[in-house]
């Protein structure tokens, strides 16, 4: 077994806290000149998901670490001039377009080891890629239906079809509209810039490597491999010529990296505090999330209602750099409702009222009702903040 580098670093936990926090665009003052484009070049990657309670995650990230920019703005900012491209990356995610050609390892990838079973009958995937090229951005639905009549996983013949020309980087995403894929062709819709599959599996490895320490700042094996779902040899291969440096984390029981540039200066400035999606880079995955801010979460939207302990898409609270608890959203109307609020501390409340006043207003809503709260003795003060912030907007 090859043995580690010296560390060229010894952090403590809250050191390495600040780093992640700076790294993900949550302290100091945000970056207001790049807007959501900036976020997303900064964070790499915007994961997707279906579930909208306040917004789309996609929209709650940049709003996280921007406030309360317009949700249009951050569609248009997505999707406008090919500013990003939506590819499998930790998950379905929005991607900046420069970093195309650095996915053509996965592409090349998915068409040797195609993930699907599904047999496509003799000239369908043809037919998908001559439509497209006849007639511009199309859905699923206008290729011909995205689905059979049977369960809602029986895919189309033309739905599989384009998703495979997805994968193998022929067609991409577009845009997203009502929430369906818009695709294209690739040659069309790409700058040509970008439009090139020539780099080595090993180039577009270290480069995602490197990517993936900058966003994180300072991270695991685990950490760094898995905000762009690399196998854990991909990144042996590649850790060594990405640029990040070994550093020791004072707690942390693996070897950590980091990026060179977040060592370089103290982590410093005003702390956002703010309500996160599950699926927010900060804290997408969850023994990272344990190990740097001592707060377990775990979505659970596909957990049986009787066994939900804080609610369907529980959002953490962020504030002063800590992870103080979490809230179950719902919108009634123009009443943001705080189906339960979870607060770890009493000096949660404030923050709590803060934010979720601060939600109902981006999303529209003029009124914020608490429910539930636990523990219950801290409901009636959350209930006085809610109220007093709301007086004050």
């Known amino acids: 077994m090859t043995s580690l580098p010296q560390p060229v670093a010894d952090l403590s936990a809250d050191e390495a806290r600040r780093i992640a926090l700076r790294a993900q665009g949550l302290l100091g003052a ?72 650095h996915f053509a390892f996965r592409r090349r990838a998915y068409r ?47 739905k599989i079809a384009v998703e495979r020309a997805l994968m193998y980087g022929e067609v991409v995403c577009t845009e997203r509209r009502s929430w369906k894929r818009v695709y294209d062709l690739a040659e069309r819709a790409l700058p040509d810039a970008v439009l ?36 854990g040899e991909e990144f042996d291969a590649a850790v060594e010529g990405s640029g990040l440096v070994p550093v020791r984390v004072a707690g942390w029981s693996k070897p950590a990296w ?27 995955e969850r023994a990272r999330t344990e190990r740097i801010f001592g707060f377990t979460h775990r979505l659970e939207a596909y957990v049986p209602k009787p066994k939900r302990q804080y609610g369907y898409f529980a959002m953490p609270l962020l504030s002063g750099g800590r992870l103080l608890g979490r809230v179950d959203p719902a919108r009634e109307g123009t009443t943001l409702v705080a189906r339960h ?26 009124d914020v009702r608490v429910e539930r709260v636990g523990p219950e003795d ?11 912030a709301l007086r004050a907007t």
């Open 112 to 158: 040797a080891r195609p993930h699907w079973n599904h047999d496509l009958p003799s000239g369908a995937y043809e037919q998908v890629i001559k439509q497209l090229r006849a007639e511009g951005p199309l859905t699923a639905t206008e290729l011909g239906g995205a689905k059979n009549k049977g369960e809602w996983w029986d895919w189309s013949e033309s």
């Open 196 to 231: 090139h599959d020539d780099l080595d599996d090993a180039e577009c490895v270290r480069r995602l490597v490197r990517l993936a320490g900058e966003a994180l700042g300072v991270g695991t094996r685990a950490d760094i491999a898995d905000y762009h779902r690399l196998k």
């Open 341 to 366: 609020a979870s607060l770890d501390t009493p000096k949660a409340v404030r923050p709590m009222a803060q934010a979720l006043v601060e939600a109902a207003g981006w999303v529209g809503c003029t």
């Open 378 to 388: 801290l409901r009636e003060p959350l209930v006085r903040e809610v109220a007093a």
């Open 30 to 101: 945000p970056d207001r000149r790049g807007g959501v484009r900036g976020v997303l070049r900064h964070l790499g990657a915007v994961q997707l998901d279906t579930i909208s309670v306040l917004a789309r995650s996609h929209e709650l990230v940049p709003y996280a670490r921007l406030g309360a920019v317009g949700r249009r703005t951050v569609e248009d900012a997505y999707w406008t001039d090919t500013h990003a491209f939506e590819y499998w990356s930790h998950a379905a995610c929005i991607l900046p377009v420069e970093e195309w050609p």
């Open 258 to 284: 980091a990026d060179p540039a977040a060592l370089a200066d103290e982590p410093r400035g005003r702390h956002r505090t703010t309500l996160l999606s599950p699926f927010d880079s900060l804290i997408w």
